[in-house]
């Protein structure tokens, strides 16, 4: 008995999911396994149905679609995932360069078909492009409007104006938030990629947001304390090396 290629769709315009799946229900080496609205819904969807391939739509409601392949290329056996997205200079680009297939839209069939023999191509042979080096740069061209984060088992998505402060402790990197504390899963680098100019790397560990800094505080031997408006009266140490990057940002 033949293996079905098992594909999800994630997009948040239902007649684009419905579109894409009218394309691959046509090919009998294919079979949709589910639909997916959002980013945090495609994550929990891609982890319970194991799906070969994940057609992502760039532009969702809570998650950036970068963000979400980013997260799915942490999962064991990660999918192949195949871009969907509105002509996009910048991306068709990026995606051309390092050789990882896309969809613009609106679909077509000619298009659609060289995508699906792709996606044959790649799960026989078993290899999936390197995206790594993509994500990160698309990243760095499109700063993410949402992130997300773990509450024990449960994925939350926060505003970034929600996190406070971000610390890395170890392997983990903790997002002080009004929700709690919030574990980012990624580095603190991949976390500052994210972030807009209100953030600040204060310290190798620690990422602070500006809003909600209440003092500048010398401390020992030439070195300052930021000192925040949270509940808990936190100060943030100030790295000697980030130093002159903050005294220009906050001017003192």
Known sequence: ?????????????????????????????????????????????????????????????????????????????????????A??????????????????????????????DRIRHLIQQQVAPPLAGLLAQLAAHRKTAKIAAWREERLLVVDPEEIIYA????????????QGI???PGTLQELEDKLDRRFLRVHRSFIVNLDHVREVAPYFHGT??????????????????YLKDVRSVLGF
Do not use: C
Request: charged share 30%.
């Open 1 to 85: 008995m033949r293996r079905l290629i098992k594909a999800l769709i994630v997009d948040d315009e239902e007649p684009a999911r419905q579109e894409l799946r009218y394309y691959l229900e046509q090919d009998a080496d294919f079979t949709v396994i589910g639909e997916a609205a959002g980013g945090g819904e495609a994550l929990e969807l891609t982890s319970a149905l194991r799906p070969d391939v994940v057609f992502l739509d760039i532009e969702l409601w809570d998650l950036d679609g970068v963000e979400v392949a980013r997260l799915l290329l942490k999962q064991a056996a990660p999918p192949l995932i195949i871009f969907a997205t």
């Open 87 to 116: 002509y996009d200079d910048y991306a068709v680009q990026a995606f051309e360069l390092n050789a990882v297939d896309y969809l613009l839209k609106p679909f077509n069939a000619e298009r659609m078909a060289t995508t699906l």
């Open 167 to 178: 610390e890395a402790q170890g392997h983990h990197v903790l997002l002080k938030t009004h």
């Open 182 to 184: 919030l574990r980012f």
């Open 224 to 241: 300052y304390r930021l000192l925040l408006k949270d509940e808990e009266k936190t100060e943030i140490p100030i790295g000697r090396t």
